[in-house]
């Protein structure tokens, strides 16, 4: 079976071809410029691969209700040229296969619970904390849908009570994007994080504002893992801090052998996948198609 | 069809008959004394009605693990006589019908969903706002269950600027629950909720907790209504309040018609089925069996 994927990025757009187990056999990486030039290129990679179905997992926000006239469309994103833009329309266009669509940090969601590190699972959530914080969830083994789709990196968490940062969400100032993913970071202290290595106080913040998210998301989604990427996330002195304010917080109240000191390294988690996450997750919906 | 019902609370167990309809025939409410006398009286209603099989929503925390050897049991409560009881295995020894096992809280949402307020749709929350703040939450057409069942009440949210309230939840002081449950109200301000309706404060400082609480379900679970119900959700000005508080604190970051000041009366709204909402749910679990 050869199944195409893209992860659709704000930055890149990473194609690959894979096939039922997960296994990659090509990809390339395909900067994000205008839609004409980037899906071009896209379409260009595909068009001899003779692939029989297609995931795609796109940054947001984007229509996933299958009943709606702009279904597969990238919907309100600031990003210009991108706005209203039917990426999977186009895409079919000139593959003539079927398509999975879902974001991107639900495919990476997906990809970890096929093969990464929530194997075996019916229920995980995938964190990316990088220039935006987005997470992706299945429950009960589906893919997390609603009204929309979530968008767990802008819930509201409270202020360290050193940190006089205003935040730099455009929507919220000091939700958890605006205080905690790489720009916040960047904004607050003047350095990106990969320079901000050795300051602790740096890391302290960090762990109090996604800590708090992970309470939040265990007391309304009690997932069975929880896994955190994302460039901020390649600093992994951020896990062991990060696990133990969640259990402090908790304070015994979710009563559950994995959220206990001895367990709780096996719980939340670096990806399983490392940052093919999201390409296998793409290749994971595209495998729902065939079956 | 004659289905069972129970809605087993920590102040009484309601008990009842109904069809696949909703239809309830008949209704009791027995106190919850020890489980010895409450569930010997529960048994005796049960015993010669000709049901073909059982719902149950309760209070908990409860194990829902079906592969679990305490599946079936209320287990960490602090409730006295009823911790690590096995109230499925007790009903079973004298009601010999297949029993469906949930949350009080998921009981209400799946009642709502089936019958009332989110009646045709695929996902809803239903909150209780009363001597707890319970959620059950239904997503693609599933009861949200996970590594244990959701605890939402639970969630960390910010302070009002003026509250200097403590909190009165014994594990996390100030977390949602501490902060808004009936008996926090009580605490807080020296009355019970009943006798504040006219102090604009009192429902103020409630709209500003249950709103963040409203906004980070939202982001998290995306629900397509959510009901809200309970003792305190008596005091029917809340509604208004509660609803502006989650449209400002979006900011227009989730876009959807329902999500508007046209529709959201629409979208956050009192139960469908009124205080027979837990009932009717566990009527709609025993319907499960059936299919
Ligand atoms: N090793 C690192 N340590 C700390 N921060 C990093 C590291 N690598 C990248 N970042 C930060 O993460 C953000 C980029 O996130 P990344 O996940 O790489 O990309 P994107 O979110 O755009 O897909 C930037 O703000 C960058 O400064
Ligand atoms: N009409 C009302 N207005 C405000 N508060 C109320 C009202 N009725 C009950 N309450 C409060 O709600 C709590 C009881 O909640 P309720 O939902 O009736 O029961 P329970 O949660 O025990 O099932 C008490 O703290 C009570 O003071
Ligand atoms: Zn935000
Ligand atoms: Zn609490």
Not at 269 to 276: K, M, R
């Given at each position: 079976m050869r199944l195409g994927a893209i992860e659709a990025g704000g930055t890149k757009f990473i194609c690959g071809i894979g096939d039922e187990n997960g296994v990659v056999f090509e990809r390339i990486s395909i900067p994000t410029t205008t839609p004409e030039e980037t899906i071009g290129q896209v379409v260009g990679f595909f068009r001899d691969k003779e692939i029989s179905a297609m995931g795609i997992g796109s940054f947001g926000p984007v229509d996933l209700d299958k009943n709606s006239e702009t279904y597969g469309y990238i919907t309100s994103t600031p990003k210009p040229h991108w706005a209203q833009y039917d990426l999977v329309g186009e895409i079919q266009k000139h593959i003539h296969v079927p398509v999975a669509f879902d974001t991107d940090v639900n495919a990476a969601a997906f990809g970890e619970l096929e093969w990464g590190a929530a194997k075996g699972l019916d229920s995980c959530i995938y964190m990316t904390v990088g220039t935006g914080i987005g997470v992706g969830a299945i429950t009960e083994s589906r893919l997390l849908h609603g009204l929309t789709h979530p968008e767990m990196g802008h819930i509201l968490v409270r202020r360290h009570p050193e940190d006089h940062f205003e935040g730099s969400c455009p929507y919220h100032k000091d939700c958890l994007e605006g205080m905690a993913a790489g720009p916040a970071l960047e904004k607050r202290w003047g350095q990106k994080g990969i320079e901000l290595a050795g300051n602790e106080k740096v890391w302290e913040y960090q762990a109090h504002y996604l800590s708090q998210a992970l309470v939040n998301y265990i007391l309304i989604l009690s997932p069975k893992k929880m896994v955190l990427g994302g460039g901020v996330m390649k600093q992994e002195q951020l896990f062991p801090l990060i696990r133990k304010k969640v259990l402090d917080t908790l304070n015994g109240y979710v009563q559950h052998p994995q959220l206990t000191e001895e367990n709780i390294q096996d719980f939340i988690?670096?990806?399983?996948?490392?940052?093919?996450a999201g390409l296998c997750g793409a290749i994971a919906l595209a495998k729902t198609l065939q079956q």
């Open positions: 988690v670096p990806p399983g996948l490392g940052d093919n």
